[in-house]
């Protein structure tokens, strides 16, 4: 890892977030091809609600200048089992160990939770992020194809404490 961050608890609503968020939804509609107004639908995001209460966390990195440079949530589904969401590194920010990081982090505190399982929703155009998944141990659960656009990958991992 190249640069000094933290990973901190932020408003999942937050300036931070929604600058992410925005740099997030660009990539999505340059790599789709989408058109200038697209927001992704709820099952594929999430609203900020779901990021609170017991189990639940949205964390943000933050660089050494105090700038957020990447984020992700966790959610509960199920009391053994959570969900990973909106899971993003600034494109700046790419390359030097940060998603893993957050991931790892995801993952510990659903795990201290007492989740016994994640699971996550990607894109086959989402490359970077298929691969960070692929290997940190996560399988794909289920495939889903929709009426537009590029198959849709449910991945799922075991926790183990």
């Known amino acids: 890892m190249s640069e000094l961050v933290e990973i901190r608890e932020d408003a999942p609503g937050g ?9 997030y939804i660009e ?11 697209f927001e992704p639908p709820e099952h594929i995001f999430a609203s900020a609600d779901v990021f609170t209460g017991d189990g639940a966390a949205w964390l943000v990195i933050f660089d050494a200048a105090g700038e957020p440079i990447g ?3 966790l ?6 089992l959570g969900e990973i969401k909106r899971m993003f590194v600034s494109a700046r920010a790419r390359r030097g160990g940060h ?10 505190r659903a795990a201290a939770a007492g ?11 989402l490359h970077e992020a298929c691969v960070l998944y692929a ?6 659960i289920d495939r889903i194809q929709p009426p537009a656009g590029p198959p849709e990958i449910w991945l799922e991992k075991p926790l183990y404490s």
């Open 15 to 23: 300036p931070a977030a929604r600058a992410l968020f925005d740099e």
């Open 27 to 37: 990539l999505v509609r340059e790599r789709l091809s989408l058109p200038a107004d």
């Open 71 to 73: 984020c992700g949530g």
């Open 75 to 80: 959610r509960v589904l199920e009391p053994a």
């Open 99 to 108: 998603g893993r990081r957050l991931l790892r982090e995801l993952e510990r």
């Open 115 to 125: 989740m016994e399982r994640v699971r996550l929703l990607t894109t086959v155009v």
């Open 135 to 140: 290997t940190e141990g996560y399988r794909e």
